[in-house]
């Protein structure tokens, strides 16, 4: 079992729409969650980080976390064809080891 | 601060040779990670630093890899003799203690 494990996609979605994007992870005693959008030939730029059980709110996205499901996932409210990236799920494991999932292709169409 | 710098920014070198790939971290940040990124396994940690000590290496692929951190605003990673699967995107990225990394841009490396 991969240590962060997320759907390769690619995620098609209208603009304007909500775009979902679903992490899972496999050690129980991560604490800290991440999330990077990465633009073709670029490097990961981290967009969100959340630490706690909920919801975390940043603008158009949100961060959601439920560590007794292992699960992470992020929300981008009203998206625009330049939210088109590859978004990865991070997660620090024990000893702040950052771990990367496989990362979700979202296109958003205009 | 001007982020994560790291060089060169391409580097296509010969199978058989050193390669050697810089990084200089974020002021302040203690944390220092090296990852590779491939289409095939995309984004793998390779080794990572806490105060300029390794911590976790686990990740290095074979011998021919190393890693250094001499003090705190530079590290090397070192492939020596480099080989045409080393080939790959390397990313240095820096953080404080439990926050998110910040990463450098890149170095693309191609071995022939």
């Known amino acids: 079992q991969k240590e962060v494990e997320q759907n390769s996609g690619p995620l098609s979605v209208p603009e304007g729409a909500i775009a979902s994007l679903n992490c899972t992870y496999s050690?129980?005693?991560?604490?800290?969650f991440f999330w990077y959008r990465q633009y073709s030939g670029k490097s990961p730029e981290l967009i969100m980080s959340?630490?706690?059980?909920g919801d975390k709110e940043d603008g158009r996205f949100t961060a959601q976390l439920n560590k007794a499901s292992q699960y992470v996932s992020l929300l981008i409210r009203d998206s625009q064809p330049s939210d088109s990236a590859t978004y990865l799920c991070?997660?620090?494991?024990?000893?702040?080891?950052?771990?990367f999932g496989a990362g979700t292709r979202l296109f958003v169409k205009a | 601060d001007a982020g994560v710098i790291q060089s060169p920014r391409h580097e296509v070198t010969e199978m058989g040779q050193e390669v050697t790939l810089r990084c200089k971290p974020i002021?302040?940040?203690?944390?220092l990670f090296w990852y590779r990124q491939t289409m095939m396994r995309g984004l793998e940690l390779l080794i990572y630093?806490?105060?300029?000590?390794?911590?976790?290496d686990s990740g290095m692929p074979e011998d021919r890899f190393s890693a250094k951190m001499p003090n705190a605003s530079f590290s090397t990673l070192k492939i020596q003799p480099s080989e045409p699967r080393d080939s790959a995107v390397y990313f240095c990225?820096?953080?404080?203690?439990?926050?998110?990394?910040?990463f450098g841009q890149g170095t693309r490396l191609t071995v022939v």
């Open positions: 990225a820096s953080s404080q203690t439990g926050t998110g990394a910040f």
């Open positions: 050690d129980r005693v991560s604490q800290s």
């Open positions: 959340i630490y706690s059980n």
């Open positions: 991070a997660v620090n494991t024990g000893g702040f080891k950052t771990i």
């Open positions: 002021s302040g940040h203690d944390y």
């Open positions: 630093f806490n105060n300029n000590v390794p911590i976790d």
